[in-house]
């Protein structure tokens, strides 16, 4: 039953290309973006969770750390 629908839309097709193409455009753009941080960044970030310093506060003195 299904297939005699798709059948019966016309452009059905076009769909699957457009789909394909924008996965690969993000993909791409991720990989990209990815590729483009900096180490220092990336180390910062890496160290973050295992980070026991004392919560950071902010210039009014409220604390940003749950």
Same mark, same amino acid.
């Given at each position: 039953?299904?297939?005699?629908?798709?059948?019966?839309?016309?452009?059905?097709?076009?769909?699957?290309?457009? !789909?394909?193409?924008?996965?690969? $455009?993000?993909?791409?753009?991720? @990989?990209?973006? &990815?590729?483009?941080?900096?180490?220092?960044?990336?180390? !910062?970030?890496?160290?973050?969770? $295992?980070?026991?310093?004392?919560? @950071?506060?902010? &210039?009014?003195?409220?604390?940003?750390?749950?």
């Amino acid at each position: 039953m299904i297939q005699n629908v798709l059948r019966d839309i016309g452009g059905i097709g076009l769909y699957g290309v457009i !789909s394909v193409c924008l996965f690969f $455009l993000v993909f791409s753009v991720a @990989v990209i973006r &990815a590729c483009r941080l900096k180490k220092s960044f990336l180390q !910062s970030m890496s160290t973050l969770p $295992l980070d026991d310093a004392q919560p @950071v506060t902010t &210039a009014k003195g409220i604390s940003n750390h749950e």
